[in-house]
């Protein structure tokens, strides 16, 4: 089992920079597949990101695809992702999910989940 806690959230610009991070507590983290999602406002939760054990394959959502870079760091248990470019689209609670066996981009896929943490994009 494991735990994850996300951080990193917060109020910017359009245009600005944010690097959230989901800190994993429990055992063996790299042996956990790791995503990213976000839910706006009324909006269904949807992928942004995810990354093998390793960090050797990412995938992204096209929306985010050359903006945001998801890494993860299996000695400090925690994985990141870097927002560049954000937009008021971005508004949303972003969530990390854990998993043992691959998977991308449903989250149904994925067993453990975070609390969240809100970034907001105004213009």
């Known amino acids: 089992q494991v735990q994850l806690v996300e951080s990193g959230g917060g109020q910017v610009q359009a245009g600005d920079s944010l690097r959230l991070s989901c800190a994993a507590s429990g055992r063996a983290f790299s042996s956990y597949f790791i995503a990213w999602f976000r839910q706006g406002r009324g909006k269904d939760r949807d992928f942004v990101a995810s990354?093998?054990?390793?960090?050797?394959?990412?995938y992204y959502a096209n929306s985010v695809k050359g903006r945001f870079t998801i890494s993860r760091d299996n000695v400090k248990n925690a994985v990141y992702l870097q927002m560049d470019g954000l937009r008021p689209g971005d508004t949303a609670v972003y969530y990390c999910?854990?998993?043992?066996?691959?998977?991308?981009?449903?989250?149904?896929?994925?067993?453990?989940w975070g609390q969240g943490t809100q970034v907001t994009v105004s213009s």
């Open positions: 999910a854990a998993v043992k066996q691959a998977a991308v981009r449903s989250p149904s896929d994925y067993d453990y």
């Open positions: 990354i093998s054990w390793t960090g050797g394959t990412t």
